[in-house]
């Protein structure tokens, strides 16, 4: 039983570790938790977190020959990810933002699920980020069971990470309430600029 326990603790302290790097995700989560509420910004996080249990499922087990294939079409990956993130960048500056309506809510939080999670498996560097860990735990190639409890740590620490980032972010929405045009523009030119980086760097 402890020995299962540390193990989650490790995939734990593996996922906060990886998601904690303010990056792209991070400015689009603190826009949606600003402009669309809490919810929103929950939801951007469950799809960043169910990414890297992906590929926290992917390092776990040691699949080499995916993480080959995944690393091998890392430029194109990085591309179309970057131009997702332009995308929202510039959806961001307009200030695209759905409806009040129940159906529109729902839809809203779908996409907002929906596009972390794609971003998040977009970047090939993340998945040499859990392998890179996992090697420093010594996790790599554990039993199913093991990896399992690894990947339920990992995801578990990811969405700690991002429901924390999203609660602080809500506190604090007031402060901004009346600046949101201002915070939209902000990050939106954030996000364009990642997403311009990962162009490049293409």
């Known amino acids: 039983m402890y020995s299962d326990l540390l193990l989650f603790m490790k995939g734990a302290v593996i996922g906060f570790s990886v998601a904690a790097p303010l990056g792209p995700i991070g400015f689009l989560c603190l826009q949606r938790t600003l402009t669309n509420g809490t919810a929103h910004g929950f939801a951007t996080g469950l799809g960043v977190a169910m990414a890297d249990g992906v590929y926290g499922v992917t390092a776990a087990l040691g699949l080499m020959a995916l993480m080959d294939t995944l690393v091998g079409i890392g430029p194109a990956l990085r591309l179309l990810g970057g131009l997702f993130i ?49 090697t420093s735990f010594n996790l790599v190639g554990e039993s199913n069971t093991s990896a399992l409890l690894v990947v339920a740590g990992v995801f578990f620490g990811s969405l700690g990470w991002w429901i924390t980032l999203t609660i602080l972010t809500t506190v604090f929405r007031g402060l901004v309430q009346d600046k949101l045009t201002w915070v939209n523009r902000v990050a939106g030119v954030v996000v364009i600029c990642f997403g311009l980086a990962a162009v490049v760097g293409f």
Do not use: D, Y
Request: net charge positive; proline share 2%.
């Open 86 to 134: 332009l995308w929202i960048g510039w959806r961001i500056l307009r200030n695209e933002s759905m409806g009040s309506s129940e159906q529109n809510e729902k839809a809203g939080l779908v996409k907002a699920f929906a596009s972390a999670f794609g971003l998040t498996l977009s970047n090939p560097m993340t998945i040499l980020s859990f392998l890179a860990i996992f």
